[in-house]
């Protein structure tokens, strides 16, 4: 018994102050638990939140589409594009005279609007002209090698130089995009078409395509990185090319040429109901394009655009001449001015053009 009585008395009982002591220590307890929990969460809660913040503010593209034929004639070279309103808020293929001997046209994401702001971040046809040089030009290889001093070299780097500017311009905007553009493999967010004369060295056409990078980041958000510009020359033609029409689409769609080779029934039937445009067609489909006036390139480009032309399409048709620079067959629509845009050229700014050149061809 006495053995029984020694071992209850190992285990004495809780006096008042003992279970004071563990109601506070449960007490403690609890509350670390939920501190821990707590600060579990708190790091997902806040990307969560973030994540929200950079998702919030939407960016929007109104998209330049349609077609781009251009002709290299006798006296000049006509620029003529054609829209293809795939969806609301298209804008024609833009020509947008650089120069007295140049001009550019922009296919793709040339106009940017932040709608949660409702102001206009870019506006990349009417920016072009006056874009400011990109400070630190990147060294690398130059179009061309020729002497940096005149001719087509010092052309090329002036084209290169351009299409750097742009670049630039471009990948401020992209700093907003933080969606899945989803591009298809090798899909350009933006091309830009130039035409000019080059100093001895004559008429040229280059393509320049701007490609994206995009990198997934925590949950829907993305980087996304404009990528060194693709240069393509499509004119002069090689040797052993044929010298016709000169033709780029966005989106992708059969050629000019192409409708005209296969007798498109709405192609031939414009071509054949106007005078003269039968030999032009012709002269285009010999390769002897470089022999026909501007004027008449001009005309039978009118032709065969109105009849490809769908409701709300516009059309714009531009030269630029050896003698005279650059001037209009069909100028650019007039645009009402959106609330939140911003003006890039002042208004009454020096014009590219002389006094006789824009509206009298």
């Not at 689409?249 to 040429?257: D, F, Q, V």
Request: charge should be negative.
């Amino acid at each position: 018994m006495q053995a029984r009585r020694a071992f209850r008395c190992s285990v004495p009982r809780m006096s008042p102050p003992d279970q004071e002591c563990k109601r506070r220590l449960v007490w403690t307890l609890t509350w670390l638990f939920v501190l821990f929990c707590s600060l579990a969460l708190f790091p997902r809660c806040s990307a969560a939140q973030d994540s929200g913040q950079e998702s919030a503010e939407e960016i929007v593209a109104n998209l330049c589409t349609g077609r781009v034929v251009i002709g290299v004639g006798k006296d000049g070279i006509v620029v003529a594009t054609l829209e293809n309103p795939v969806e609301p808020g298209t804008r024609p293929p833009m020509i947008v005279p650089i120069s007295e001997e140049r001009v550019a046209v922009l296919l793709g994401a040339a106009d940017w609007w932040l709608p949660d702001q409702n102001r206009e971040l870019a506006r990349l046809d009417k920016e072009l002209p006056d874009l400011p040089p990109e400070h630190g030009l990147r060294e690398g290889p130059r179009l061309q090698t020729s002497s940096p001093e005149g001719g087509a070299g010092s052309e090329a780097m002036d084209i290169e130089q351009l299409a750097d500017r742009l670049r630039s311009r471009l990948s401020a905007v992209a700093e907003h995009i933080h969606g899945d553009l989803k591009l298809g493999d090798g899909e350009p967010l933006l091309q830009m078409v130039l035409a000019d004369y080059a100093p001895d060295y004559g008429p040229e056409v280059w393509l320049i395509q701007y490609s994206v990078e995009q990198e997934p980041e925590q949950g829907d958000y993305w980087q996304t990185r404009v990528l060194q510009p693709q240069y393509t020359q499509l004119w002069p033609p090689e040797k052993d090319q044929p010298r016709g029409l000169i033709e780029v689409s966005y989106p992708a769609a059969p050629t000019l040429g192409s409708l005209i080779r296969s007798g498109d029934q709405h192609v031939a039937q414009s071509i054949s109901s106007m005078p003269g445009m039968q030999q032009v067609s012709a002269a285009i489909l010999d390769g002897d394009i470089q022999k026909l006036l501007a004027v008449d390139l001009a005309a039978f480009f009118r032709t065969c655009l109105g009849a490809l032309t769908v409701p709300k399409a516009r059309m714009i048709e531009a030269e630029v001449n050896k003698e005279r620079g650059v001037g209009w067959f069909v100028q650019p629509p007039v645009e009402q001015e959106r609330p939140g845009s911003e003006q890039v050229r002042p208004a009454g700014a020096p014009t590219l053009r002389r006094p006789d050149g824009p509206g009298d061809l």
